[in-house]
C-alpha cells in the first residue's frame, strides 16, 4: 500500500528500553514509512516524553507513538497516558508479550488505547505494517492532521526573540523556530521585507508577519482569546497560575458565568516548573507546563473563558458590582472577583544584570532555552524548590550546573527530596554564602562576578546561561487604595482584617469579611499573593476551590 507523503517533520515515535529490540522496532518502520514520515527513537519514557515536548515546542506533528509495556520506572501505560497531555490526537499502540495481554486492554480505557501488538510481529508485512497503515489513516482524518505553523525568526541573544518564544510555549502555541543568520531565517526576513535589524519576525499561520509584535497583539494573532465574550459575568478571575485556574474550574463547573484574566500565559510561576514531584497524585512527577495544561483544559470544557495577555490595572466598585479595568481602558464587570495574581520573581540587583536579561540571564525555567544549554556550564541563583527544579532539569543535558545560594544551607528552603536528589547529581554543584555582585558581557553573558560572602572575597567566572530564582514579590501596587496589603504588598484577607475585633475601615455589611474576603465585599483571593498563603502549588488550587465556595456564600447573602 503507498503511503501519502506528509509534512517533513510529522513523526512516529517508538519507545522500548530493550536496546536490539528499539534499533528493530525502527528498523522495520523506517524501512516502510521512512521516505513519509520521521522515526524517532528512545530507549525510556522519560526521554521519549522529553522528545516529545521538544517536537511540541517546535511544532512538529507526531501520528503515531509505539510504547513498549515492561519498561523500568515509567512502564508503557504510564508513558502513553502522559503522552496525551503532549499529544492528544497521536495514534497510541501499546507493545507486548503474549502475557501481558489483560494489562492491554486495561489500557484501553487508561489511555484510550487505539492498538496492542504482540511481540514478535515477523513478518511485519502481515502483523505490523497493516496496523500501523489503518492508524496514519485514521489520524490523516482526524481533527489533528497537518496544519499550517508559526514561524519565528530571531536571534539566539535577542531578549525579545527568547520573550516571544517562551510565551508561545507557554501557551502551547505551536511554532517553528528560526535563527536570522541561518539560510531558512533569511528567505524569511527577505520575504517579509526586513534586513534582520529588528527582531523577531513573526510569520502567523496565514502568512502574516509581524515584527517585534506586542504580547497583546501577538496573542490575537495566533488564535489566543483576549477579548471577554461578554460584559459582564458572575466571577471575574484575576490570574492563571494554580490558585486562578482551581478557582475557574470549580467555578464554571458550579454554574458560575466565568472568566479568567491573564496577562502573560497560564500556569504562573507553577507552569514553568521543570518538574513538580510532591504534587498529591502524581507520584512519578508532573511538569508544571503539563499540570498547567491539563488545569486550562479542564476549565474551558466547563465553559469558562480565559483570556491571555490582558494586563489588569484597576479594580473599581459600582453598586453592586466588581468592574475590572485593562490597561487599554477597556473593563469587564462581574458580581465577584477573585484575585489570583500570584507573584514574580525578583529582579537579581547585581550590575549588568538588566541589560542581559533575555541574552544568557533568564528569570524562571525559560524552558524553551534548555536544549541550547546542552553540554555547556550552567548557574542558577537561589535555594528553594523552583531552583532546585530547574537544577536537576538542566543537569540532564548540561556539562555542569552551579547552584548559587546565599544562605548557609539548603535545608531552610528546599524540599528535602530536593537536597536529596541534587547531592546526588554528579554533575551539580552547590556554593552556599555566595552571592551574585555583577553580570558582565557585550550583548550576550559572558563572566559573573561571584562573592563569597563569609570569606569577603571574589572571583570572576566564564558564563554563558544564568537562571535566576530569588524570592518573589507580588505585583499589587494596582489595588493601592482599593484593598488592603500588608507592608510587603501581599493581600490582607478574614481574620487578618478583624485583628482588633473591630471590622476593617469601610466595611458596612453585619458580618466580618470571609476567610478569603478582603475589605471589598465579593472581592476574594486564593493562591500566594495571599498574605501569610502556604506557597505552594496544592494549597494555591485548595483556595481557589475554596474561594468559589466563599463566592456562592457571598451570592446567596447579596
Known amino acids: 500500500m503507498a503511503q501519502a507523503v506528509e509534512p517533513a517533520r510529522t513523526v512516529i515515535l517508538t519507545v522500548d ?71 492528544p490526537g497521536a495514534r497510541r499502540v501499546l507493545l507486548t508479550a503474549y502475557a501481558d495481554t489483560d494489562a492491554a486492554i486495561d489500557a484501553i480505557n487508561v489511555v484510550d488505547l487505539d492498538h496492542y501488538l504482540l511481540k514478535p510481529w515477523d513478518p511485519p508485512e502481515e502483523k505490523l505494517y497493516p496496523v500501523v497503515d489503518d492508524l496514519l489513516t485514521a489520524w490523516r482524518h482526524s481533527d489533528h492532521r497537518p496544519v499550517p505553523s508559526i514561524k519565528v525568526v530571531g536571534h539566539r541573544w535577542s531578549a525579545r526573540s527568547s520573550q516571544v518564544r517562551e510565551f508561545l510555549a507557554r501557551n502551547q502555541v505551536p511554532y517553528r523556530w528560526y535563527s536570522s543568520d541561518a539560510p531558512e531565517g533569511r528567505r524569511l526576513l527577505e520575504a517579509a521585507g526586513q534586513d534582520g535589524q529588528r527582531l523577531p519576525l513573526v510569520v502567523t499561520a496565514d502568512g502574516t508577519p509581524l515584527v517585534e509584535p506586542e504580547t497583546p497583539e501577538l496573542a490575537a494573532r495566533v488564535g489566543l482569546a483576549t477579548t471577554p465574550a461578554a460584559d459582564f459575568y458572575d466571577l471575574v478571575v484575576v490570574g492563571g497560575g494554580p490558585a486562578g485556574l482551581g478557582a475557574a474550574v470549580y467555578g464554571a463547573s458550579e454554574g458560575l458565568r466565568t472568566v479568567l484574566v491573564e496577562r502573560s500565559a497560564t500556569g504562573g510561576q507553577a507552569g514553568q516548573s521543570s518538574r513538580i514531584e510532591n504534587y498529591l497524585g502524581f507520584p512519578d512527577g508532573v511538569s508544571g507546563g503539563q499540570l498547567t495544561e491539563r488545569a486550562r483544559r479542564q476549565a474551558a470544557k466547563f465553559g469558562a473563558e480565559i483570556l491571555t495577555a490582558r494586563e489588569v490595572t484597576g479594580l473599581e466598585v459600582c453598586g453592586a458590582a466588581r468592574t475590572v479595568r485593562f490597561s487599554d481602558g477597556s473593563a469587564v464587570a462581574a458580581h465577584s472577583v477573585i484575585l489570583a495574581t500570584g507573584v514574580s520573581y525578583r529582579q537579581l540587583p547585581a550590575p549588568g544584570a538588566d541589560d542581559l536579561t533575555g541574552c544568557g540571564v533568564f528569570y524562571g525555567s525559560a524552558l524553551t532555552e534548555a536544549p541550547a544549554c546542552e553540554g555547556q556550564d550552567v548557574y542558577i541563583v537561589g535555594g528553594a524548590n523552583s531552583a532546585g527544579q530547574a537544577a536537576m532539569f538542566l543537569a540532564r543535558g548540561a556539562k555542569s550546573v552551579t547552584l548559587l545560594v546565599r544562605g548557609p544551607s539548603l535545608e531552610a528552603s528546599m524540599s528535602y527530596y530536593l ?15 555566595t552571592v551574585v555582585a555583577e553580570a558582565h558581557g557585550s550583548g550576550r553573558l559572558e563572566q559573573l562576578t561571584l562573592h563569597d560572602v563569609a570569606a569577603g572575597r571574589s572571583e570572576r567566572v566564564d558564563a554563558q546561561w544564568m537562571f535566576v530564582f530569588i524570592g518573589a514579590a507580588p505585583l499589587t501596587d494596582w489595588l493601592d487604595g482599593t484593598v488592603l496589603r500588608d507592608e510587603r504588598g501581599f493581600l490582607l484577607t478574614g481574620p487578618d482584617l478583624t485583628a482588633d475585633g473591630r471590622p476593617p475601615a469601610g466595611w458596612e455589611l453585619d458580618r466580618p469579611p470571609y476567610h478569603l474576603e ?5 472581592v476574594f483571593v486564593a493562591g500566594d499573593v495571599r498574605a501569610e498563603s502556604a506557597k505552594r502549588v496544592a494549597s494555591a488550587v485548595g483556595e481557589g476551590a475554596m474561594a468559589v465556595m466563599l463566592v456562592h456564600r457571598y451570592l446567596e447573602q447579596s
Request: no cysteine.
Open 17 to 87: 528500553d530493550d536496546p536490539g529490540v528499539s534499533r528493530a522496532v525502527a528498523r522495520d518502520l523506517r524501512r516502510r514509512y521512512g521516505q513519509s514520515y520521521r522515526i524517532v527513537r528512545a530507549e525510556s519514557g522519560e526521554s521519549a516524553l522529553e522528545a516529545l515536548r521538544e517536537l511540541k515546542l517546535r511544532g512538529d506533528l507526531v501520528a503515531v507513538i509505539l510504547a513498549d509495556f515492561r519498561m523500568p520506572r515509567m512502564n508503557g501505560i504510564e508513558f502513553l497516558e502522559q503522552a496525551l497531555d503532549v499529544y
Open 419 to 433: 537536597i536529596q536528589q541534587i547531592r546526588e547529581a554528579p554533575n551539580i554543584t552547590v556554593r552556599t554564602g
Open 518 to 522: 478582603t475589605n471589598v465585599p465579593g
